[in-house]
């Protein structure tokens, strides 16, 4: 079950405010960062990194709070500290301007390390980001409500609720043990914590702060939207392209959130297509 989670790798740590960052550096070639969202980990790139790595040197890493990265009691894992975090890796790795694929709350990040944290990209493609308000759940605002309770769920209903959730994310049914590797950074005792502590720290006010810049992005953009995202809804992708000069869109068809699990291969396409200059189709 956790097989391929446990074969993940992130050999390397970094040290950001006293906790722990894993990342891992792959390929040769021109840098590119890949950002993962919530509630995921960096082993959503299981499926792309390897092909991008034939050609660029990629870079990824687990959001602080997230995956393998420092899990603790008292933790700020809000978008207000990971783009502080994300600025101080392009500054470790030594990159001045990368290309930066970025998902979900990735998205949200790589938008305000750019905006606020004057982070250089060459490109940016952003996949179903958080980035447009109003954003959030059903299921996250009652969390938000409640996060002391939830926190206190028996393990088992606490597992099952973190699959159900996950399982809105994917377009496609997916087996229990292709989800596993998901669902595992949030169990157990520290995991539940920290599962509840990311969603209770969710808050459209750090999205507010930038989204009224979009205008002001200062490299090429590229948005690609899951057709069938049931978490947050296809006109948002057209509005966030609306707001950024010369954006391109594109749509995807019989893929959820979690583009990366439903269509990996568009993914790929468009990244390969994009770095070498050509307009999606």
């Avoid at 949030?186 to 720290?201: D, K, N, V």
Wanted: aromatic residues 12%; negative net charge; glycine residues 6%.
């Amino acid at each position: 079950m956790l097989t391929a989670m446990q074969n993940w790798p992130l050999p390397e740590s970094y040290t950001f405010r006293d906790q722990t960052v894993r990342y891992h550096v792959t390929g040769n070639g021109p840098p590119l960062v890949l950002v993962h969202g919530t509630p995921f980990s960096s082993y959503v790139w299981h499926r792309i990194a390897p092909h991008l790595a034939h050609t660029r040197t990629v870079y990824y890493y687990d959001l602080l709070g997230y995956g393998r990265s420092t899990q603790c009691d008292g933790q700020d894992v809000s978008l207000g500290i990971q783009n502080v975090l994300l600025a101080e890796l392009l500054a470790h790795w030594k990159l001045r301007s990368p290309d930066v694929i970025a998902h979900d709350f990735g998205g949200a990040t790589s938008l305000r390390a750019h905006l606020l944290d004057q982070c250089e990209y060459r490109s940016l493609t952003l996949i179903d980001p958080v980035a447009v308000a109003p954003w959030g759940s059903p299921f996250v605002q009652h969390v938000r409500q409640y996060s002391d309770a939830f926190t206190g769920l028996p393990p088992y209903i606490h597992e099952a609720v973190v699959k159900a959730y996950l399982r809105g994310a994917i377009a496609r049914a997916i087996p229990d043990e292709e989800l596993a590797p998901y669902v595992m950074p949030w169990l157990g005792a520290t995991g539940q914590a920290a599962f509840y502590r990311q969603i209770a720290q969710m808050d459209q006010r750090y999205t507010d702060e930038v989204e009224a810049r979009y205008a002001q992005l200062r490299c090429p953009v590229q948005i690609l939207w899951g057709e069938q995202d049931q978490w947050i809804p296809l006109e948002r992708g057209r509005q966030l392209a609306r707001a950024i000069p010369a954006a391109h869109f594109q749509a995807v068809p019989r893929a959820g959130h979690l583009m990366q699990e439903d269509a990996p291969e568009a993914i790929v396409a468009a990244a390969l297509r994009w770095f070498r200059g050509d307009s999606p189709s």
